[in-house]
């Protein structure tokens, strides 16, 4: 321990932070050694804020087989959403703290380091005067039935049975009190006397890092939120909590509840509750729809124009949703919009909104919906180069006699703000005061960015060593970009209609600004999203938003109101007939090319959606012609390199089906590695072959005519010559394969004939 | 009627007409003249919008793009955009729009220099054309008039700059919606609706009641007189076929007959401001015959081909 100095230990956690990989020899007999970081990405709010709100089980659980790690139990019931957690491979290992979870901190309120030693002589003092006794060694101690053991962090002491139940209420008492003798995030797990279950005693926790939420004790006469009680998971499970509906839950009346939740919605994750009447959904779509609010373009942060991130996706016109629930209120969502207030309307149009596709209005895109950007950030710091030697020479600048750049680069070396940059072309020059090497930075790859911002590092009064050019790529809605309304229905954007051919309503003379298709719903059975499209059609009607909290009925029930209220659908469906519109939100459409009344009632109304960040200028793929590959020369593969997508086996198998031979010969040899190779068909080799430098004689040019070519002579080594010279068509990595065996011994030769079947 | 061509002779008739809203019945035609008519207003009356924009300064926390985006879509005075030229076509300039014939400049320059909130609106943009300056709503609309009120570009704080050329060109809302003169242009069938007075009669007065308001808008009521229920509104209908539904429920089918009268249209008509609701019609109009007589044109022009080359093949296709 000695030997390491304080700065390794600096270094070694710095490195730790950077990469989350450990670094060690000996394992410290963790489970996992790499991944105890993650970055918290700034792609938008939410998934900035869930970064923070999320608990990973553990790198090794992932590879196990059994399922029961995954599953969501009684002790983390509250404390982790259901609702919120990837499906696929990490479902039930990462997971998400509900927004009434909190962690106990090292720190009060006031941020001072808590005491935690006077903290628990405080509640051993209380622990005595409620008669427990403390144990001394070698002091003899009844065990339970009689006696209860305590344990306060681990200090043992011991306490009557029949005192035990007293105890908890007065210890419950005293947490839920203003008077500082107990801290309100003491765990009081009392594990009563049964029969084959837990080994009962009381076990109590003051420690830091552990979860606690609020639940309301109901077995204190409530005096204006002095009943709000601090739980945590291992007491949870031996405390009776009812739920807010109403009912008794199955409680028989010989544990009668003592505890009750605030909220039915506390059960929920931040995100999973902004949601709209997430009760209406089969559940697999609320878990889509926290992943895809994650995945949204949206207003990431507020101070875009001072910020340096890698990239940043921004929402230009963003709106705030109609339907809400009080989560968004109350975190205020509305600095962070994610959506538009987008028309939709539910047919089959055109057949463009076939399989998840979506029709979008040309002409409501082109007024500004979805619209937005993609902040780049590029860092050039001079001072990161590689050879000691070249530190401190190199400056911004620009030579005033290089033209080629000047209408990119400006004469201090950095892009003129506002000007357009293709793909290809240099944004940036540096010189090298010793030397006079000039080096221009360009932009790789083929798309086009604006410089939205250069911010320059002024530490060193000097010269400048470090700048931060910000590029901006515009990012409007295209045909292949993904949307979702928040109730997992995502759907590709497969066609721009402008304005005219959209169908219209005869009554307002609305066209829907996005087309989706009814089968979207039977089989995904997403009611909220019906619920919010009447919704938001009669709350913008009335000109107002509209609660979608989850579970707002069962609240209702215990303020004691009537339950025989209208139901959710009536209630949303006299709003539209007071203003004059169908009660089950339809409408009469015309079709917009044709001018004719569609045959059905149309389904129309406003729906919040989102934009997700996939589209397609980041992914597209196409090549034709470009580089290939040294050795096999086949078109090398990756989009950033211009390469191709692979034509692989089962591509194959689908063209052999189809008995398109000559395409496949097509793609699979003459765009692919077509080569002309000579044999020798005396030794059936090709790699003995050699071009023979013709000598060099004058060649006697005739008058007018280029100089004659001589012709190409080709030779077998092995056989000293060029009787049996044949050229045969083949792929390049034929060749290949033939010289890798040559070099393993093993020789290859073609027998060559000509005419089919010989 | 069946088959047999006959030619017709459409009506207009006017029923409400103000600066930026029109309502108007179109009689003895069919749905597909009143569709053409309908789109082609929305996409191919021209209007002026700006275009181009040239940013000298923009320190706002706007950028560039969003800002000339925000300046194309808003409306500006177009009873010139019939006799402009495109400027893709204006001989004058070559295309490159920056002649009178073809557009028009503006330019912007605000500069916030107090501690309050600068909001920039298109008061500030100043044409090179005072017949093309951006619509003015304040008039019209019978708000506080007293306080000049334009659509916001942009608000700047203390130090922000915003300094820019603007070329507004004409268009048509085929190309952007930006050029699109209309705000809504919708069209209903005329509905006839009959009401069988006999069967009427059995029911009482409580399921007449219920009868009227089984319709979300009112198409019915009853005559405090007569206690008869009268059709007092049958435009209102909104082919919901709610009161249908509602006599089948009742056990009275064909209790009322509704029809939509095939050749008679609704018209309502409302604009951005760019141009007057009842221009809007005339020039969609006018704009509908250009369309056929280029169609007529090309039968005239086939067997001339040879004599007018490429000239005719052109008017066939424009």
Redesign the interface.
Same mark, same amino acid.
């Given at each position: 321990m000695e030997k390491i100095s304080p700065k390794q230990i600096g270094a070694a956690i710095e490195n730790l932070l950077k990469t989350g990989r450990l670094v060690t020899q000996t394992g410290l007999d963790l489970q996992q050694r790499a991944g105890f970081t993650v970055q918290a990405e700034r792609l938008n709010y939410l998934r900035f804020i869930s970064f923070f709100r999320s608990v990973h089980r553990g790198a090794s659980f992932a590879g196990l087989r059994t399922t029961s790690v995954r599953k969501l139990l009684p002790e983390s019931w509250g404390f982790l959403c259901p609702v919120h957690t990837p499906d696929g491979e990490p479902c039930g290992l990462l997971n998400h703290m509900t927004c009434t979870c909190r962690i106990t901190s090292y720190y009060n309120s006031q941020g001072i380091i808590r005491d935690f030693f006077k903290i628990r002589m405080s509640i051993l003092n209380v622990l005595v005067g409620v008669g427990m006794t403390t144990s001394w060694p070698k002091v003899d101690h009844d065990g339970p039935p009689q006696a209860l053991p305590v344990l306060l962090d681990g200090v043992i002491g011991s306490l009557s049975t029949s005192e035990a139940d007293k105890v908890v209420a007065h210890l419950r008492n005293l947490k839920v009190s203003d008077s500082s003798v107990i801290p309100d995030d003491l765990e009081v797990g009392y594990v009563p006397l049964s029969l084959g279950g837990t080994y009962p005693g009381l076990y109590l926790f003051t420690s830091p890092s552990r979860f606690i939420r609020p639940v309301r004790n109901i077995s204190i006469p409530s005096s204006d939120e002095k009943d709000i009680e601090l739980i945590g998971p291992f007491e949870q499970v031996f405390m009776e909590i009812k739920c807010p509906d109403g009912g008794d839950g199955g409680r028989s009346t010989t544990f009668p509840a003592t505890h009750e939740e605030l909220l039915p919605t506390a059960m929920l994750s931040v995100v999973a509750n902004l949601t709209p009447w997430s009760d209406h959904n089969q559940s697999p779509r609320n878990m889509y729809q926290c992943q895809m609010a994650k995945q949204t373009m949206a207003f990431s942060l507020q101070a875009l !124009?001072s910020r340096a991130d890698q990239k940043l996706y921004h929402l &230009?016109t963003p709106q705030t949703p109609i339907v809400r629930t009080k989560t968004y209120t109350k975190y205020c969502l509305d600095n962070y919009p994610s959506g538009t207030n987008a028309i939709v309307a539910v047919l089959a149009y055109t057949g463009y909104d076939m399989e998840d596709a979506m029709i979008l209005n040309?002409?409501?895109v082109?007024? =500004?919906m979805c !619209?937005g &950007?993609i902040y780049q950030t590029e860092t050039i710091d001079l001072c990161e180069g590689k050879s000691k030697s070249d530190r401190g020479q190199r400056i911004f600048k620009r030579e005033h006699s290089d033209k080629a750049i000047s209408s990119f680069v400006d004469s201090d070396g950095l892009p003129y703000i506002?000007q357009v940059i293709h793909g290809g072309e240099p944004y940036c020059s540096t010189i090298n005061q010793v030397t006079n090497a000039k080096r221009t930075y360009s932009r790789k790859g083929s798309e086009m960015a #604006?410089v939205?911002y250069v911010s320059v590092d002024t530490k060193n009064k000097n010269h400048l060593q470090k700048v931060n050019i910000r590029f901006?790529h515009?990012r409007n809605p295209v045909i292949g970009d993904k949307f979702s309304s928040r109730h997992g229905q995502k759907g590709v954007c497969s066609q721009l209609w402008?304005? #005219?051919d959209m169908p /219209?309503? =005869?009554?307002?003379?609305?066209r829907p600004d996005l087309i989706i298709n009814p089968h979207a719903f039977p089989s995904r059975m997403t009611i909220a999203m019906l619920l919010e499209s009447v919704a938001a059609k009669g709350g913008s009607l009335h000109g107002k938003f509209v609660d979608a909290t989850p579970f707002s009925d069962s609240v209702k029930g215990a303020d004691g109101k009537t339950q025989e209220s209208e139901s959710l659908v009536d209630e949303l469906g006299s709003m539209?007939?007071a203003r =004059? /519109?169908?009660?089950h939100g339809?409408?009469?459409l015309?079709s917009?090319?044709?001018?004719?009344?569609l045959t059905c009632?149309i389904f129309i109304g406003p729906v919040y959606y989102q934009r997700l960040r996939h589209m397609v200028s980041d992914k597209y793929q196409v090549r034709a012609t470009g580089q290939v590959d040294q050795i096999t020369r086949q078109p090398i593969k990756g989009r950033k390199r211009g390469g191709g997508i692979r034509f692989g086996e089962m591509e194959r198998d689908s063209m052999l089906a189809h008995g398109a031979a000559y395409l496949l010969h097509d793609r699979l040899h003459t765009c692919s590695d077509y080569h002309i190779a000579d044999v020798c068909s005396l030794c059936g080799s090709i790699l003995t072959t050699a071009i023979v430098q013709p000598q060099k004689r004058a060649v006697r040019e005739i008058g007018g005519l280029p100089p004659a070519r001589a012709p190409k002579k080709v030779m077998c080594h092995a056989c000293q010559t060029s009787k049996g010279m044949e050229t045969v068509a083949m792929p390049y990595v034929f060749r290949y394969l033939a010289a890798e065996l040559a070099a393993m011994n093993i020789k290859m030769t073609l027998q060559l004939s000509s005419g089919a079947g010989a | 009627m069946e088959g047999a061509s006959y030619q017709r002779f459409p009506k207009i008739k006017i029923r409400e007409l103000k600066d930026d809203y029109a309502k108007f019945e179109l009689r003895d035609t069919d749905a597909s003249m009143a569709n053409a008519l309908r789109r082609v207003m929305i996409a191919e009356v021209p209007t002026i919008a700006i275009d181009l924009v040239e940013i000298e300064v923009n320190s706002s926390v706007l950028n560039d793009e969003f800002i000339a985006h925000r300046l194309g879509l808003i409306p500006l005075t177009s009873e010139r955009a019939m006799s402009m030229r495109f400027s893709r076509d204006c001989d004058a300039c070559d295309g490159d729009g920056q002649c009178e014939f073809c557009s028009v400049e503006f330019h912007l320059r605000a500069k916030c220099m107090s501690d309050q909130t600068l909001d920039v609106t298109s008061n500030d943009l100043y044409s090179s054309d005072h017949t093309v300056v951006p619509v003015n709503f304040t008039d019209s609309a019978g708000y506080d008039s007293s306080e000049q009120r334009g659509i916001i570009i942009v608000k700047l704080r203390r130090g922000q700059e915003l300094r820019l050329r603007a070329i507004a060109r004409k268009g048509i809302g085929k190309d952007h919606a930006k050029w699109s003169p209309a705000a809504t242009v919708t069209f209903m069938y005329e509905p006839e609706i009959h009401i069988n007075e006999d069967m009427m009669d059995t029911l009482t007065l409580e399921e007449k009641q219920s009868f009227v308001e089984s319709s979300p808008t009112r198409v019915f009521d009853i005559d405090p007189n007569t206690q008869q229920v009268v059709v007092v509104d049958p435009e209102a209908y909104t082919y919901d076929d709610e009161v249908l539904k509602k006599a089948e429920a009742m056990g009275k089918p064909g209790l009322v007959e509704i029809y939509a009268k095939e050749d008679s249209f609704i018209f309502t008509v409302e604009s951005t401001g760019a141009i007057k609701a009842s221009q809007m019609v005339l020039n969609a109009i006018d704009i509908l015959k250009q369309k056929l007589d280029a169609v007529r044109l090309s039968e005239d022009t086939v067997e001339a081909d040879d004599q007018f080359g490429e000239l005719g093949a052109h008017m066939r296709g424009g």
């Open positions: !124009h &230009q040309k002409s409501s082109e007024r =500004g !619209h &950007q506002g #604006i939205d901006r515009p402008p304005d #005219i /219209f309503s =005869g009554v307002t003379g609305m539209l007939r =004059g /519109f169908n009660y339809v409408e009469v015309y917009g090319v044709y001018g004719t009344e009632e | -």
